[in-house]
């Protein structure tokens, strides 16, 4: 392949292996650059230098430099200073492949990394402005001419999302993807790798990978998952290892020798972009581009995988049938109908929980009304029901403007329910599918209805998969709903549905699903003939169900099918749903409820757990009826939170649902402090406390418990807030001469911040007591750093401060 300019690196990639680059900000650092200074504006600082280095990694044998733009964006720099950086970074580029040695390709990519912002509801940065902020830089990259967009270390795959929608929608770019993956081999905020797979594939990444945060070997498996599922080539630009301090300056462990070698068996397996991130540098490229000599490109291939994701979880359509939990659906339900017009989202998240924990693989959500903005309704119980449910979502509308508005801010690769073999139908959804990814339940009907025969239904099939090719939509992203109708009105009904869904699933190789219960409308004990004809189903080959995990027969159908089948190893499944069915179901005593494993052993416990706001502050309010309010937080409130911190610590919890359960929490403390304040708390004012969490912790729920306490005992409140430095803790308790000072820290990397409080004060205002608590500190430690008082819980840090203030005052 002769490299010529302009040439399009997904030509270079069909039959070449694309050497990347490696780190920029090490090197930068080793130039002089600055802790906290911008490596942006060495663009136009030292323009100089950034040549130099990408000089270097052009001549070491890179295809592929990334231009020094990876914080370039609008949340950093305003408009007319980035589109100087953008600007100059790549020209900079530009000079650096002219200058340097060798006749390879060479190509600049637009590096783009994330925006250090957590988005909406984790965060505060709404996801249309996340896109608008890439969409700036994309454009600038794009005008002054480079060649592909990078986007890389994404550790969140909403904002991965945001930023190559900006790239699909402001350049007509190849873009790579690549995210940084922890030991876990997830995304900080619980992606795995198939996960982003489904998501970035289906809306058109030319390339996936993963870079930074670990050494090659590390990023075995995260590798492995990458060419498990992706068609598009596989990218990896790995750290040199994890960072090492001998005390005096920072290196990595990995030499370039090793590092080549690792990188280079990964490109034996099917890796087809490969590089270096944090750590690595021109010799590390050398090495890896001297070991990748003679080694030819693994061939891409098709892999076929049908798969939905959410921000967490990747449902694939394989050999288990996926269940699609059908009750968030107004139909019939006139509860749910008051819910959607009274715009009680809080009734949606519940029935969506409920599915989840009775086995739903995915969720159907359709929120349609004539009465009610579905568009509006949808979107928000798309992203409500995404805040608290890993489940992926099916969404379900046949009005187009509510499809691509759920579809756009949905995080992951949703299901879509649904398009049909009508012009119009397919003409609305087709192109939503192609720009946004999805998995399509396609209905086999068309302008003349639902065909009688199975053979007009397969007809009809073909005709849908065709036209979806002209979209360049794979049959793999259609699964075929051959309809199941009333078996009362027309005796064949059920026999048509399931030649239909033999024939697609066996001659045209796709999935299919069902609206199972549809068959035995009009007929009594309609459970029965649900099951039985699901069972039917099932054995010609229904990959998905949109059914009724509540009902018990369903599921015992359904657990019984795949235990027969042999999709259930030891029967394990099987026999744990026989075990929990509802006493009256099975002939085994119903277990006693009890906490497991991330589950509260209350309502109210669970509602926390579970991230639901107004849930939570609607129990707190009725237990407040009955209970005294300290008890709620001690018994409920606490024990939750520990719930959901430990299984964040063992990663079975990802930071989303830590922030959700945390909203949850506070909603319910709300309750709590309205309610105390209500009942007016002590009339005689005691004397003042400060109260802080300390620099660095966000930490504030324990803190707000010690606050209202202190408040409801009679003392004057001073709270600073969280995150808060220790000369503004000083200065207030100097200001205020406030006889004590509280500090609250949750992290053990926080705890420095604490005893560097202390020494100040200790300095500034010897006088002041000072009491520490959070949940790392004991009181030892708590000795050591020189607090007068290590408190437990709130109620201890009262009686110790009303003890010291009537000595005080004695
Ligand atoms: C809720 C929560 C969050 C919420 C906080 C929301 C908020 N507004 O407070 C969010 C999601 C934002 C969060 C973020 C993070 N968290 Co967090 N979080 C928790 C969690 C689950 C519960 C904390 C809590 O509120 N407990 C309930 C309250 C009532 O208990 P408490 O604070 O201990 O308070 C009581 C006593 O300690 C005492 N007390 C508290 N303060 C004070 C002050 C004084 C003066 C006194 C006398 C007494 C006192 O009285 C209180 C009432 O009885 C804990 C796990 C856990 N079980 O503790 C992890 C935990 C604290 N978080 C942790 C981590 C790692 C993080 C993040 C770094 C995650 C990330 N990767 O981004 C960030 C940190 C951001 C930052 N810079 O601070 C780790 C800390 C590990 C460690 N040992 O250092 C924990 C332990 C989870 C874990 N097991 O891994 N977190």
């Not at 939750?640 to 990802?654: H, M, N, Q």
Request: glycine share 8%.
């Amino acid at each position: 392949m002769i490299w010529v300019k302009n040439m399009d690196i997904r030509e270079f990639l069909k039959d070449n292996i694309a050497v990347l680059d490696g780190g920029m900000g090490t090197l930068l650092q080793k130039a002089g650059l600055r802790p906290g200074e911008e490596p942006e504006l060495w663009n136009i600082t030292h323009p100089e230098v950034i040549e130099r280095i990408q000089c270097e990694y052009f001549s070491a044998g890179s295809n592929v430099v990334n231009t020094n733009t990876f914080g370039a964006n609008t949340l950093k720099f305003e408009k007319e200073k980035l589109c100087e950086i953008v600007k100059s970074a790549v020209e900079i580029a530009k000079r650096a492949r002219e200058r340097s040695a060798g006749d390879h390709a060479k190509f600049i990519a637009l590096d783009i990394g994330p925006t250090g912002k957590m988005l909406k509801p984790y965060g505060d940065l709404d996801f249309e402005d996340a896109v608008a902020v890439f969409a700036e830089t994309v454009r600038l990259g794009a005008r002054f001419g480079a060649d592909l967009v990078m986007i890389e270390t994404m550790n969140d795959s909403y904002e991965t999302k945001a930023a190559l929608l900006a790239v699909k929608e402001n350049c007509s770019l190849p873009v790579f993807v690549s995210c940084a993956y922890g030991e876990d081999g997830k995304l900080m905020t619980g992606a795995s790798p198939a996960a982003m797979v489904a998501m970035l594939e289906g809306m058109g990444a030319d390339a996936i990978g993963a870079n930074c945060s670990l050494g090659p070997e590390k990023l075995r498996g995260v590798v492995a998952e990458l060419l498990e599922n992706a068609s598009v080539p596989v990218l990896l630009k790995p750290n040199a290892g994890l960072p090492q301090s001998d005390g005096e300056r920072t290196y990595y462990d990995v030499c370039a020798d090793d590092f080549a070698r690792e990188v280079a068996s990964a490109v034996k397996k099917g890796v087809r972009i490969a590089g270096g991130c944090c750590g690595t540098t021109p010799e590390y490229i050398s090495a890896l581009v001297r070991e990748l000599r003679g080694i030819s490109p693994v061939p891409l291939t098709k892999k076929n995988v049908t798969c939905v994701s959410s921000y967490a979880r990747a449902v694939k359509f394989s050999e288990k049938p996926v269940l699609i939990g059908e009750r968030i659906n107004p139909t019939g339900k006139k509860r749910f109908k008051e819910a959607l017009r009274e715009g009680d989202i809080g009734y949606i998240l519940g029935e969506g929980i409920t599915q989840e924990e009775k086995g739903a693989h995915v969720l159907d959500v359709n929120v349609g009304l004539p009465e009610i903005d579905e568009k509006a309704m949808l979107t928000t119980a798309v992203s409500e029901l995404q805040a608290v449910t890993p489940l992926p979502l099916q969404i379900d509308t046949a009005d187009a403007y509510a499809m691509e508005a759920a579809l756009r801010i949905y995080n992951g690769k949703a299901m879509v329910n649904s398009v049909n073999g009508k012009e119009e139908s397919m003409r609305a959804v087709f192109p939503l599918v192609k720009k946004y990814g999805g998995v399509v339940v396609a209905l086999t009907l068309d302008e003349n209805g639902i065909p009688k025969t199975a053979h007009e239904r397969v007809e009809i099939a073909k005709k849908i998969i065709a036209t979806a090719e002209e979209y360049g939509i794979e049959k793999k992203d259609i699964v075929f709903d051959t309809l199941a109708m009333a078996v009362s009105a027309d005796k064949n009904a059920a026999l048509a549905t399931l030649g239909a869904l033999r024939t697609i699933k066996t001659e045209l190789g796709c999935h299919t699903s069902l609206g199972v219960s549809n068959i035995s409308f009009g007929l009594p004990a309609r459970d029965a003939v649900n099951s039985a004809f699901f069972a039917m189903a099932l054995e010609n080959g229904l990959s998905a169900a949109i059914m009724n995990p509540n009902s018990v027969e369903m599921m015992k159908t359904y657990h019984a099918f795949c235990a027969l089948h042999g999709l259930d190893e030891n029967c394990a499944d099987y026999i744990n749903f026989a075990a929990n069915m509802p006493a009256a179901e099975s002939s085994a005593a119903a277990p006693a409820p009890k906490a497991e494993g991330g589950k509260g052993s209350t309502e109210l416990q669970n509602a926390i757990i579970k991230g639901l706001r107004e849930k939570a502050a609607a129990l707190t309010k009725q237990m407040l009826a009955s209970n005294a309010p300290l008890d709620i937080v001690q018994r409920e409130i606490i024990p939750s939170l520990d719930i959901i911190g430990k299984g964040f610590e063992e990663k079975t919890v990802y930071l989303p649902e830590l922030l959700i359960s945390a909203e949850a929490a506070k909603s319910a403390f709300a309750e709590i402090k309205a309610f105390v304040t209500a009942k007016g708390g002590a009339s005689v004012k005691k004397c003042d406390f400060v109260l802080a969490t300390v620099k660095g912790d966000v930490h504030d729920i324990g803190k707000n418990i010690v606050k209202l306490l202190l408040e409801n005992y009679g003392f004057n409140v001073i709270d600073l807030g969280k995150d808060v430095p220790p000369e503004a803790i000083a200065e207030e308790a100097e200001r205020t001469g406030a006889p004590f000072v509280g500090l609250s820290a949750l992290m053990t990397t926080t705890v420095p911040a604490m005893e560097e409080t202390i020494k100040l004060l200790r300095a500034r205002t010897p006088a002041t007591k000072i009491i520490v608590g959070g949940a790392v500190l004991t009181a030892e430690y708590a000795a050591r750093i020189g607090a007068d008082k290590y408190a437990a819980d709130a109620m201890e840090t009262v009686r110790y401060a009303d003890a010291v203030f009537a000595e005080i005052n004695a």
